[in-house]
């Protein structure tokens, strides 16, 4: 009776949230500690302003790393108990990050949270990919994502409303609150997707087959290499926004309020990519959406180049708004695209393509966030120019591929 209840799927109202919350840990751990950065910074005795971006960069660091590991844990074991590994591992991260008292103990906590927070994020896109495929998860992927964005909408006011009644190492705790209902939720309510007869041996040479079949597939690397590149401009944005409204703005209690303005676009095009993607598909929204960004911060930035003053707050906004909602159509037929071909090996495909694109907006947002010089246009320049990369990218792909579909010989 206990086995026939297990295997019946959650439905979709339920499954969606409890999704979203699973891969809301990563954006949950960035976006609710920028208001306490500076605070942070002057208590471990940061001599320079932008060494607190670098509680953000390790994190994705950790991310990064921690990926390679749970794919392939979730493709032998099963995805629960890689999840509930991952849980545990955040938890840790986060009281060592809120028991720190210098700054090397700090970047080992948010290393550990952000390589315990790679399990759930990665493996949740492949228990989504056990139970969907193509359009249909593009979709699933698309609702998830609208719920999802609700974390960055209320984090920073969260860590904010944390630093009035307490001092910042409660926001460490209240993550530890979070992830304890998580792992506690995740063990109640979701079943385990991915069947024991349908488990692969955890083996270097497994690993390594499942790595080369992802690398050589063309539309997967490209689209997970135009992925990390483009969303290097969104981690450089979320390293230095701190920064750019409290010194460029001025604006400091406030700072919640339009961090989350700019989170919501995002949630709106995520919801609206749910809803077109079925009747025009992954690649015409995804190209729009990148030309129309890209062109967007090509005459932006040359604006602001030219101007040589940062643009006034309004226009700020109203050019971050768009772009942001860009990317968030951008967000899910991007990595629906790269798993599209994958299905057979979803776990570890989702680790490594989470992984490389990880790696790759990593190192290219901190990289933006330390060139952090009292103006936007390193931001907004840096829109541009990794917009251009990703369309070549996209397009080389798009077309590489209508050649072959072409070349083929009609049946007769």
Not at 366 to 387: D, E, H, K, M, R
């Amino acid at each position: 009776m206990k086995q026939a209840r297990e295997i019946q799927p959650i439905k979709a109202g339920e499954f969606i949230p409890l999704m979203a919350l699973l891969m809301s840990l990563v954006a949950l751990s960035i976006d609710a500690i920028l208001p306490a950065l500076p605070l942070i910074g002057r208590d471990l005795g940061l001599e320079n302003s932008n060494d607190a971006q670098l509680m953000i960069g390790v994190l994705f660091l950790g991310l990064a790393s921690g990926q390679i590991l749970f794919g392939p844990l979730s493709d032998s074991y099963g995805r629960k108990p890689a999840i509930y590994l991952g849980l545990v591992i955040f938890i840790a991260g986060s009281v060592i990050s809120a028991l720190a008292t210098d700054f090397t103990f700090m970047l080992t906590g948010r290393l550990l949270q952000g390589i315990g927070a790679s399990g759930p994020r990665t493996i949740s896109i492949a228990l989504i990919r056990d139970q969907y495929e193509g359009r249909a998860m593009a979709r699933i992927m698309s609702f998830i994502m609208a719920v999802f964005i609700l974390v960055p909408t209320i984090a920073p006011a969260l860590g904010q409303m944390i630093l009035h009644l307490a001092q910042w190492h409660s926001i460490f705790y209240s993550f530890c609150l979070l992830g304890g209902i998580a792992l506690v939720w995740f063990a109640l309510r979701q079943p385990e997707t991915l069947l024991p007869e349908n488990r692969s041996p955890f083996s270097r040479t497994h690993i390594w087959n499942s790595i080369k079949i992802i690398l050589t597939n063309r539309q997967s690397l490209s689209y997970m290499i135009a992925a990390g590149v483009v969303f290097g401009a969104f981690v450089g944005y979320l390293s230095s926004a701190q920064q750019i409204f409290q010194d460029i703005y001025l604006i400091t209690d406030l700072f919640p309020l339009y961090f989350a303005v700019l989170a919501l676009s995002i949630g709106i095009a995520s919801f609206v990519n749910a809803k077109l993607v079925v009747k025009h598909g992954m690649r015409k929204l995804s190209q729009t959406a990148l030309v129309a960004m890209t062109i967007l911060a090509l005459g932006f930035s040359l604006m602001v180049a030219l101007s040589q003053t940062s643009p006034p707050l309004w226009g700020f906004m109203a050019y971050m708004t768009t772009s942001f909602f860009c990317i968030g159509l951008l967000f899910s037929n991007f990595n629906a695209l790269a798993m599209e071909p994958l299905g057979k090996i979803a776990g570890i495909a989702s680790a490594i393509i989470g992984s490389v694109t990880t790696f790759i907006c990593m190192a290219i947002g901190v990289a933006i966030g330390q060139s952090y010089n009292g103006t936007v246009l390193p931001l907004v320049s840096s829109f541009a120019i990794l917009g251009l990369i990703s369309l070549m990218i996209v397009f080389w792909v798009e077309r590489k591929s209508a050649n072959t579909v072409s070349s083929q010989p009609t049946p007769h």
